[in-house]
């Protein structure tokens, strides 16, 4: 774990009534390579500094959390490039396992 500061977050609302579906399906894809903790209908995935080549100044979370008819998703980096970064990798993975409802509307609020 990274002892930066991570200051770079990011949060959307994304409307669903299969939110608990997808965020368990989006926890157990990425358990393959990352470390995922699981706590009910809420997922923390944390994405190394260094995944896949990078160098960020430190790790980044991202948090999905189910409720009745949306997926709250909170992105924490360490760089805001890092944070744009996850923005698409979080629409890309949720979009995989939503394609039977179409294009879902994500508005990030940077904070």
């Known amino acids: 774990m990274s002892s930066e500061p991570?200051?770079?977050v990011s949060?959307?609302?994304?409307?669903?009534?299969?939110?608990?579906?997808?965020?368990?399906?989006?926890?157990?894809?990425?358990?393959?390579n990352l470390a995922?903790?699981?706590?009910?209908?809420?997922?923390?995935?944390?994405?190394?500094?260094?995944?896949?080549?990078?160098?960020?100044?430190?790790?980044?979370d991202?948090?999905?959390a189910a409720t009745a008819d949306a997926i709250h998703c909170r992105i924490a980096a360490s760089a805001a490039e890092q944070r744009d970064g996850l923005k698409g990798a979080v629409e890309r993975h949720i979009d995989r396992f939503a394609f039977r409802e179409g294009a879902l509307a994500y508005h990030w609020q940077d904070r």
């Not at 009534?17 to 393959?32: D, G, L, S, T």
């Not at 923390?44 to 080549?53: L, N, W």
């Open 36 to 60: 995922v903790t699981i706590d009910g209908d809420t997922a923390v995935i944390r994405f190394p500094r260094d995944v896949r080549g990078a160098d960020w100044p430190g790790d980044a």
């Open 6 to 8: 991570m200051s770079f």
């Open 11 to 32: 949060e959307a609302q994304v409307a669903t009534p299969h939110a608990a579906r997808y965020v368990a399906q989006v926890a157990k894809h990425w358990q393959h």
């Open 62 to 64: 991202v948090t999905l």
